[in-house]
Each structure stands twice: as C-alpha cells, then as structure tokens.
C-alpha cells in the first residue's frame, strides 16, 4: 500500500514540478527547429510568396514581419558564406515555424504557372516543415502532461487541506 504524503510534501512536489515546467516551458520558447529548404531558389521562392501573395491582416502581420525578416537574415548569411560553409537549413523558432506553416497552406494565386511554380515548392519543402512541427509537437506533448500532472496535485493538495471528521466511539 503507496504512503500517503502529507500536505507538506504535496505542496513541494507540486512547487519542484512548476519549476520544472517553467524552464520546460522556456527552453522549448527558445528552441530553435531545422527545417532543411534544400536549395537558394526555395528560400527565394518562399521569401517571394510571402512578400508577394500572402494577404496579411493586422492578427498576423507582426509574425510575418518576424518570420520574413529571419527568414532573410538566414539568406544574407548563406550569400556570405564561404563555400563549403553555405547551408539552406534554416532554424526557426516555434513561432516562425508555426507562422511559416500557416503561410504556406494559405496562400492563393492566380494562373496556373504560379500554382506549378508554388506546388513544386511545397512538394520540396513540405516534408521538413513537417517532420519539425512533429518534433515541436512532441515537445509540447512533454509540457502537456507535466501539467496533468500539476493538476492531479492540486486535486490532492486540496483533499488533503481539507479537515478531516473523526468519529468517537461510544
């Protein structure tokens, strides 16, 4: 039979697993996804549809703003880069990641060249995108139930806070 712990004891698992999931919670906000766009032309294609044939509005621009402009920094370095330094891996946040999928299962265009051009470049690059919103799924999957769990201690810290009735015996 599991030891019952006291109200002390629960208040301090509880306060040891909100720090957890604090830093948790941080770590993944700074974490950085690789998405592989595989060659420049798919980076310029992106930064092109973004620019050119995503209807903002005033929910999402700053994202956009956020996501083009890194988007474009990653681009500059790669131009200067040496050689065999060159990459088109970019690293994005979870808000960039999460901005750039919305972007680009949202866009709309005219003609057929244009709906060629913009198939060929989600068929390049739509796997990475994907595999690194899996693994930023998997991550928030971790924050999700360590915060079950914080609620689970709740749920016992407030049963055992509350008092208890004894019955005498007669």
């Known amino acids: 039979m599991a030891?019952?712990?006291?109200l002390k004891e629960l208040?301090?698992?509880r306060a040891k697993l909100e720090v957890e999931v604090n830093e948790l919670q941080k770590e993944l906000a700074e974490r950085?996804?690789?998405?592989?766009?595989?060659?420049a032309t798919n980076l310029n294609a992106i930064l092109t549809q973004i620019d050119k044939?995503?209807?903002?509005n005033i929910k999402n621009a700053a994202f956009l703003i956020n996501l083009y402009d890194s988007l474009q920094d990653q681009r500059k370095i790669n131009l200067n880069a040496k050689e065999n330094e060159k990459t088109t891996t970019v690293?994005?946040?979870?808000?960039?990641l999460n901005t750039l999928y919305t972007v680009l299962t949202n866009i709309s265009g005219i003609g057929i060249e244009s709906a060629r051009r913009f198939t060929k470049l989600l068929t390049n690059v739509g796997s990475q995108i994907t595999d690194a919103l899996n693994e930023m799924a998997d991550n928030n999957k971790v924050i999700q139930?360590?915060?079950v769990e914080l609620a689970e201690l709740d749920l016992e810290i407030e049963k055992a806070s509350q008092p208890t009735l004894e019955?005498?015996?007669a």
């Open 145 to 147: 139930q360590r915060h």
């Open 53 to 56: 044939s995503y209807e903002w």
């Open 3 to 6: 030891k019952t712990k006291s």
């Open 32 to 39: 950085e996804y690789s998405v592989d766009i595989e060659n």
């Open 91 to 96: 690293l994005l946040n979870s808000m960039q």
């Open 167 to 169: 019955v005498e015996q």
């Open 11 to 13: 208040k301090d698992l």
